[in-house]
């Protein structure tokens, strides 16, 4: 069975520095799909960004990006230039992608959770 | 568009009583999850629908729990005797398909406490 874990219960950076959460995963499947989630005070989970296992090049959106290692299993969230309003949990999460595996499921990690200092 | 909605946004109850929690997906999703997050632990899927179907419901803790999705349009989880291992946080999402890296759109989560 797969596993996420999430070894950083809490963060915290500086606004307007960088901080990375770390998410590590144990899998014997080679094509999956990782996902970055987080989690506003009002408890909304939003996506943050994602990362399809097949893909070397690592996912970037906008300040957000991350260093996917597959030969380690590691998959951290990089936030460049922190703002308030990344305040927040955040998940990071696995899914499958094979045959009857391949519900959409989504396996947590267990949230990191970052606080932003002004 | 309307994203995906919860009620009620907190519940709390004694241990015994009967909650039903429910979730109206985006419009147009077919496959719903109900997924829980127990204190300070990780995010725990309990099942998957689609359309009205279960697909899958190996997450589920036990038959105290009881999920359906009339007509494939919204999902109610009924717990029923609540216990207190059950407070915690439960999540709804849906989307449009299970293929790809496609979106899981969450709603804000009930919190259940049992007393």
């Known amino acids: 069975a797969q596993t996420v874990t999430q070894s950083q219960p809490e963060m915290s950076v500086q606004e307007a520095e960088t901080v990375t959460l770390s998410c590590t995963y144990d899998t014997s499947e080679s094509d999956y799909y990782l996902f970055w989630y987080k989690q506003p005070p009002s408890r909304q989970m939003i996506l943050v960004i994602r990362?399809?296992?097949?893909?070397?090049q690592n996912a970037t959106e906008n300040r957000f990006s991350v260093n996917f290692q597959k030969a380690a299993k590691s998959f951290s969230l990089k936030i460049s230039d922190s703002q308030l309003g990344d305040a927040a949990m955040y998940f990071c999460a696995y899914r499958s992608s094979y045959g009857s595996s391949n519900t959409g499921k989504l396996i947590f990690g267990q949230g990191t959770t970052l606080q932003v200092k002004p | 568009e309307a994203g995906v909605t919860q009620f009620p946004s907190h519940s709390v109850i004694e241990k015994g009583q009967t909650v039903t929690l429910r979730c109206d997906p985006i419009s147009g999703h077919d496959n719903l999850y109900w997924y829980r997050r127990v204190m300070g632990k990780e995010i725990k899927f309990l099942l998957h629908f689609v359309k009205e179907s279960k697909q899958d419901e190996s997450g589920m803790p036990n038959n105290r729990f009881l999920a359906e999705r009339t007509g494939g349009t919204y999902s109610t989880l009924k717990v029923q005797p609540a216990e207190l291992e059950d407070s915690g946080v439960y999540f709804c999402a849906s989307s449009q398909m299970t293929l790809g890296n496609t979106e899981a759109f969450f709603g804000q989560g009930t919190r259940l406490t049992v007393v």
């Open positions: 990362q399809e296992a097949y893909k070397q």
